[in-house]
């Protein structure tokens, strides 16, 4: 299953209006300009780049994400894989930074290891986004307690 299909599309109404609605929400969040270079860390499918991309020319947009980005929506934004590509190659050149319900899904030293790297990519730390969805069940805990 598609990770729209767990979200945006899914068949739960409300749900799926929640979904919907909470990227225009974070695009709103941050004033943004056209000459920004933005980072969506977990970028997914790439659905909030069609949000930034009402701020933002998509040649400004970029995105990582380890795992979804078979399932990119998006056209025109510059996708990786893996963070030793991105880092030499955008070493603290952009402006704002989106993590969207990212962290949740992060074990204890990947997280450390996300906020270290954070410095990394953008030039002094104007803007930073960051989304945390809670986790309510035992399940859902343990597996964000498992993840290496």
Known sequence: MKYADKTRNTRNPIKRIAHSRRFAQAAALIPLSAEQKILDYGCGDGV????????????????????????????????????ETLIPLHRG?????????????????KYLRLFTTFGNWQKMMQSLSLAFRWKQDLAAFQKTSSDG
Request: hydrophobic share 35%.
């Open 48 to 83: 909030f780049f069609e949000h930034l991309a009402k701020y933002v020319p998509v040649e400004n947009l970029y995105g990582y994400d380890p795992g979804l980005l078979q399932e990119m929506t998006f056209k025109g934004a510059t996708t990786y894989e893996d963070t």
């Open 93 to 109: 050149t952009f402006d704002v930074l989106y993590c969207m319900e990212v962290c949740e899904h992060l074990s204890h030293e």
